[in-house]
């Protein structure tokens, strides 16, 4: 049926308004287009608006397997129907509203301007060095935390903390960025504003990009770092000189970036690190949620 709409429309003339194409004919061209563009058309005249919302649209936006990832969700971790919402529904909801599978222990979102996935690893899906030893980590429930548990770091000189993740689980041929997300107990954090943290990203198996980070959040404000204290090193803050500082994000935690890659579509995995393991002071006070895998440049804050 749409094979004869386009070819009745396409005979004859060139066409100089699209606007007088069908209704179908409309929605297969914006399906060939971007979440963005499909939303603009909305305006041009009342048969893009309809198509725009159609499910022939954003269908082509989801991701392939987004049904297959869903089904991994936690139970009543949806905000719609899976079989009834129409697919722009569930685009946006997917968007704005990330959904927790893999047994609670990662989260799954779409970049709003292209459809990519984004995939966060909460603390309990990545390796936290002495991470089960609770003279220097407990795992805790945080009410702003999207997962059941986050990571508080009582006291190491050694920080290392990794993950991985199948290539599978993301977007084919797409640059990804990777973040550390975290927080710090404002009043009783120290010794992250001495040394820097060494960052890894990169293909298993292939040569990782290696960058120094600084995770201090408050370096340019250092007095609530020494609350509730019981020693205080003078802070060599200017080894951290023209570094990447952590950004706060939307949701209230801070990120820093890791490093960057390129997906392919195979079985390839990623292996992100992130570690402090110079040994010249001690830490405390740091709060992981995860590392988060998202589109680079076009995916925004969240």
């Not at 805790?140 to 999207?146: A, L, M, V």
């Not at 990203?201 to 292939?206: A, D």
């Amino acid at each position: 049926m749409e094979e004869e709409e386009m070819g009745k429309a396409t005979e004859g003339d060139e066409i100089s308004d699209f606007s007088s194409l069908p209704e179908g004919v409309v929605a297969k061209i914006l399906s060939l287009t971007t979440p963005s563009d499909a939303c603009r058309s909305s305006a041009i005249s009342r048969t893009f608006h309809a198509a725009a919302q159609s499910d022939i649209v954003w269908d082509k936006f989801l991701p392939p397997d987004w049904e297959l990832l869903i089904s991994l969700r936690k139970p009543s971790n949806l905000n719609f129907d899976p079989i009834s919402s129409r697919k722009k529904e569930i685009f946006f909801s997917l968007c704005d509203n990330p959904v927790l599978i893999d047994d609670g222990n990662k989260s799954l979102s779409l970049e709003k301007w292209s459809g990519k996935k984004c995939i966060m690893l909460g603390a309990r899906d990545l390796s936290v060095v002495w991470g089960d030893t609770p003279f220097y980590w407990v795992w805790k429930h945080r009410p702003d935390s999207r997962f059941a548990e986050v990571a508080v770091l009582l006291n190491v000189w050694w920080l290392e903390i990794r993950g991985r993740i199948s290539c599978r689980m993301l977007s084919p041929k797409t640059t990804y960025a990777v973040y550390f997300v975290f927080k710090m107990r404002r009043r009783n954090y120290y010794g992250f504003d001495i040394d820097p943290a060494d960052a890894t990203v990169g293909i298993l198996g292939t040569e990782n990009q290696r960058k120094s980070v600084c995770l201090d959040p408050y370096l340019k404000n250092p007095r609530p770092r020494y609350d509730n204290v019981p020693f205080v090193i003078r802070p060599r803050s200017e080894d951290m000189a023209g570094l990447e500082q952590p950004q706060k994000r939307h949701d209230g935690w801070f990120e820093i970036e890791l490093g960057e890659f390129q997906s392919g579509d195979g079985d390839d995995e990623v292996e992100m690190s992130l570690k402090e393991v110079k040994g010249t002071t001690g830490k405390i006070g740091l709060v992981v949620e995860g590392i988060e895998i998202r589109p680079k440049l076009s995916c925004s804050v969240v």
